[in-house]
Structures are given as C-alpha cells and as structure tokens.
C-alpha cells in the first residue's frame, strides 16, 4: 500500500464544474503539498498545508490532521486547469516528500 | 525574481556514460531538492542539500551523487548510466525548513 493515496487517478469535468481530488496518507507529517504539474513537466508547487484551510484564487485546500487527509478543491474549473495534480507529504529531520501518483486533469469547454 | 534553473532542458547519454545536471536555486534559497519521474512513475526524492551538506538521499544507488557549492547551486551526477535511468529529473529549491519548495523546469535525460 502505498504511503500518499490520490483518488481519482483521472478526472474529466466540463468547464465551470466543481472539482475535488483527494489524498490520503498513512505517515505522520509535518505539512502537506498540492503541486500542479503541465505536460512538459515544469511543476508548480500550489500549496503547503499543515492545518486548516488555504485558499488562492479559485484554489482551496483542505486537511485533516486526524484523519490523514487533504482535498484539493478547484472551483468554477477552466480548460486551463487540466494538469496532473500531485499530493506530497513531508515531515521530520529527514525533510523527504513522498509523493502521491497524482490526478490527471481534463477539464473540458 | 528568477525561480528555479535548470540546465541543460535535455541531455542524451549512452550506456555507461556520465551525466551532470544542474540546478540553481531562488536567490536566498539554501536548500535544493533532486527528484526524479520516470516514465510511467510518479516523482521520488533523490537528494537533499542545505548549506553544502547532504542532509539526506532518498532509496538510489552510489551511482547518483551530487553536491551543493558554496551560491548553493547544485549539481547531480549520475554515473555508470543505464537505460532506467532515463527520466525528468526536477530541482526544487526552499528557505531553510519548512518552507514550500520551488521546482524547476526540469532536465530530461535520455538513455541511448
């Protein structure tokens, strides 16, 4: 099993939906981060989270401490939102991201 | 500001060949982060550096070395290379920890 769980693994909305990709993780952390990634590769890192909640833009993410759990939340999606999204988790002296198989993106017009 | 560099954008080796990627970090960053995605796989960290010293290095073989200067830039060197060896291989950079880490564009490298 693997240590970051996304769900899903891909993701077809049409443009202006609600959508929310989810993580799951079985190690204790120090903070997590949500990372978009394009086709060509070059990552973004979109948030670091360790409680609470964050937001930017039209951007929301969430965690749970307790539960082991963090959404990714996009609202009123856009055709340039479509990205590989990517959970990683990081935590202690070690400073490692382990990171989830991420969410393929398509958000169509 | 300039954010993470990494060069070269593509590199094609051979078998047994030596490979040298590079990185340089956000102006103020001291610690830079080596990661690789192979074809298929999801990222997995490679090495950590801060302040010129290796502070951990994730589950890859003697082959993959690298170190930080003293402008903690950074090089990766993989040595004795193999075809598995073909991937992106992405530099982040953050402030010392825990600070969101930057990542590059990324290197390519190609094994013939």
């Known amino acids: 099993k693997n240590e970051v769980e996304q769900s899903p693994q891909n993701l077809t909305a049409q443009e202006g939906e609600f959508i929310t990709i989810n993580c799951s993780y079985s190690v204790g952390i120090s903070a997590l981060h949500w990372l978009q990634q394009h086709p060509g590769g070059g990552i973004v890192s979109l948030f670091m989270?360790?409680?609470g909640k964050k937001k930017h833009g039209r951007l929301i993410a969430t965690i749970n401490i307790q539960e082991k759990h963090s959404s990714l939340h996009i609202t009123a999606s856009h055709p340039r939102d479509s990205a590989v999204y990517i959970c990683a988790v990081g935590g202690g002296a070690t400073n490692k991201l382990i990171f989830g198989t991420g969410t393929l993106l398509a958000v169509q017009p | 500001e300039a954010g993470v560099t990494q060069s070269p954008t593509h590199l094609i080796k051979t078998r047994g060949q030596q490979a040298t990627l590079r990185c340089s970090p956000i102006s103020g960053h001291t610690s830079v982060y080596w990661y690789q995605q192979a074809l298929g796989l999801g990222l997995q960290f490679l090495l950590w550096?801060?302040?010129?010293?290796?502070?951990n290095r994730g589950n890859f073989p003697p082959r993959f070395s690298g170190r930080q200067f003293p402008n903690y830039s950074s090089e990766l060197n993989v040595n004795a290379l193999e075809l598995e060896d073909s991937a992106l291989y992405l530099c982040a950079s953050s402030l010392a920890y825990p600070q969101p880490q930057h990542f590059g564009d990324g290197t390519r490298l190609s094994i013939l």
């Open positions: 550096y801060d302040e010129g010293e290796e502070r």
């Open positions: 989270l360790s409680s």
